[in-house]
């Protein structure tokens, strides 16, 4: 049997209150404890003879009877045990003294032992034994062991028999309400504080709170709602009152019951004014007002939290919210000031209000309130010209005008942007510029701009995309040398449109012919004229025959022409000319007759409203003369 060290060997003095403290009854205590004496001088007693059964023998003379020092040792080391009785009071006091110290782990302990060895499983000192069991086990987060001990305190002493007072029992059902609430078994846990409130009424104001919160967490706030209700209605004196009237506040909240969120948390703010949950309160009524759109009343209530509660974790809260909704309204110099002079806020810097200013104008940009994006980042300019956005700011403006078509203010913020080179707005702004100043026929401009850009960009496609515009804006202005030098790298590009390559390729054959490259310019045309469906085919089926006509190689070009004719195209005006060609072939070779046989058909089916009709008389009127010469 193990004997506690702590037991004294003399006869101790004691309280009357420390023996009569665990049962309420000082005959009770001295009952229990005369009990269990008994039980302890029972089992002493049986040990100490297997102890000394172990040496003796029955060979043995009396001489070596007397000598045996080993059964004497034991002797007489069970005489220094303190008496049974000693031992059972220090066994009887030790649980609810440990558990007082908050040494839960001895306070378990002997509960355990008392409970295992006590023979009265049905007075009230067992049921407090289990009570004060069952919380150490709690205290140390043990839940399922205090549900055990619990759980046979109240099915072992129901509240009918009188044996354990209503209060500890309701307690009991609390705390078995509490272990479920741990494990998240929330309808079992309501289920147990109802059971206390049945209990005890008069002092189940925690296990009500606790209920409605369980209510909360499985998604019944209407219900939630009426039990924190009947809280404060029923215990107007409660320590539970500023809860409740929080977490019926977060109640309505969840309902999308903004008024009665608001008259609750206000309630709360108004009676418990120094209460931890008063800040809360404010800085949920100033986002309820914010989310109703109610911005003005949102800011006064963040105000009101911090001026009415400096340097605390809540109004560091409202300060921090309520710069963000002073930046989203493009307020800050609003804040800036209310900071500089509010107790317990540090006043804004310069830095900070060049950050705030400029992330105020951004936010209004990326709401799509462009008019006023530009008030903004035109005002930061003005404010901080040398600021850390400057950039990030001419940039936006140049966006807001490049979409509004603006052309003198795009130009102006995207010009300065494309200066930037490191700034990572640099390329998007330069591709911006050039295709800004190539649809506003500013053909220098897009020429300059997108030169930059290819010189700049990473980009395949951004690159190919600046390529094609600088040809084709080369195209425009007849920079044809421009052309020339610069259509290879394009063209031999596999990612280009094959459409685009005929496009370019069409403006390199022409850029050749005016510097006289035939040789250079059929290559191109005969690709070219592969397809007459498109308009840059048509045309060079036509060009290839003309250069033929024009070098005076004649059978060329009508080979050409009565190809042309036979393939056809959908573009008439083209396969018009190469008819008009082919009369002046057929009066190069003399062959007046066909030449005038086509002019005629052509005349007759020939409808467009163009130059056609003037060639093909020109050419009638010079056959005339011919023939009549």
Request: overall charge negative; hydrophobic content about 30%; proline content about 2%.
């Amino acid at each position: 049997m193990e004997i506690k060290r702590n037991v004294p060997n003399n006869t101790v003095t004691r309280k009357l209150t420390d023996i009569d403290g665990p049962t309420g009854n000082l005959y009770e205590s001295v009952t229990i404890i005369a009990k269990r004496a008994n039980q302890i001088s029972t089992e002493l007693k049986q040990e100490l003879n297997r102890k000394l059964a172990d040496f003796s023998s029955t060979t043995d003379s009396l001489e070596e009877t007397f000598e045996n020092r080993e059964q004497i040792e034991i002797s007489k080391y069970y005489e220094r045990i303190p008496k049974p009785v000693l031992i059972a009071t220090e066994e009887f006091l030790d649980g609810e003294v440990y558990f007082r110290e908050g040494k839960h782990k001895q306070a378990a302990r002997d509960y355990t032992q008392y409970l295992n060895l006590t023979a009265d499983r049905k007075g009230r000192t067992y049921g407090l034994a289990l009570y004060g069991l069952g919380y150490t086990h709690f205290i140390q987060k043990s839940y399922q062991e205090a549900f055990k001990q619990f759980n046979k305190l109240v099915q072992s002493f129901p509240t009918s028999e009188g044996i354990i007072d209503k209060a500890t029992l309701a307690d009991a059902h609390m705390r078995i309400g509490d272990c479920f609430f741990h494990s998240r078994k929330y309808t079992a846990a309501e289920e147990s504080y109802d059971k206390a409130i049945d209990t005890e009424p008069s002092q189940a104001d925690y296990a009500v709170y606790q209920k409605a919160f369980t209510q909360g967490l499985t998604g019944r706030y209407s219900d939630k709602v009426g039990t924190l209700t009947y809280l404060t209605e029923t215990y107007p004196h409660s320590d539970y009152f500023d809860d409740a009237l929080y977490e019926k506040g977060r109640a309505y909240v969840q309902l999308e019951n903004g008024t009665q969120a608001i008259s609750t948390f206000e309630q709360l703010t108004s009676q418990f004014p120094q209460s931890h949950y008063a800040p809360i309160a404010g800085n949920e009524i100033a986002l309820i007002h914010y989310q109703s759109n109610r911005i003005r009343a949102a800011i006064q209530t963040y105000k009101s939290v911090i001026t009415n509660y400096p340097n605390s974790e809540q109004a560091k809260v409202a300060m921090r919210d309520l710069k963000s909704l002073y930046v989203e309204e493009n307020m800050v110099d609003s804040y800036v000031e209310f900071a500089s002079q509010t107790q317990g806020m540090v006043a804004v810097n310069v830095n900070e209000h060049d950050s705030l200013s400029y992330k105020a104008a951004e936010m209004t940009y990326a709401r799509g309130d462009e008019k006023a994006a530009t008030e903004g980042f035109t005002k930061y300019l003005g404010q901080f010209p040398d600021g850390a956005y400057t950039t990030d700011a001419q940039y936006y403006l140049g966006c807001i005008y490049y979409k509004a078509n603006n052309y003198d203010q795009a130009k102006k913020y995207l010009s300065i942007v494309t200066t930037r080179r490191s700034s990572k707005y640099c390329e998007e702004a330069t591709r911006m510029l050039g295709d800004l100043a190539y649809n506003n026929k500013d053909y220098n401009l897009a020429i300059e701009a997108y030169g930059n850009l290819i010189e700049t960009t990473g980009n395949p496609t951004t690159k190919l995309h600046a390529q094609t515009h600088r040809l084709r804006s080369a195209w425009t202005i007849s920079d044809y040398e421009m052309i020339i030098n610069e259509s290879d790298l394009v063209l031999n590009n596999n990612k280009l449109a094959p459409e685009t390559a005929t496009e370019l390729r069409y403006y390199r054959a022409k850029a050749y012919l005016t510097q006289s490259k035939n040789e250079s310019a059929i290559e191109d045309l005969r690709i070219l004229a592969k397809d007459t469906r498109n308009v840059y085919g048509a045309e060079a089926k036509y060009q290839l025959a003309q250069i033929y006509y024009n070098i005076k190689q004649y059978d060329n070009a009508e080979k050409e022409v009565l190809d042309y004719i036979n393939v056809s195209t959908p573009h008439s005006y083209w396969l018009a000319r190469s008819f008009v060609l082919l009369s002046d072939v057929y009066m190069k070779n003399e062959k007046y007759i066909e030449a005038k046989q086509y002019l005629i058909s052509l005349k007759q089916s020939y409808q467009a409203k163009d130059d056609i009709a003037s060639m093909i008389e020109e050419r009638l009127k010079t056959l005339e003369n011919m023939t009549n010469n």
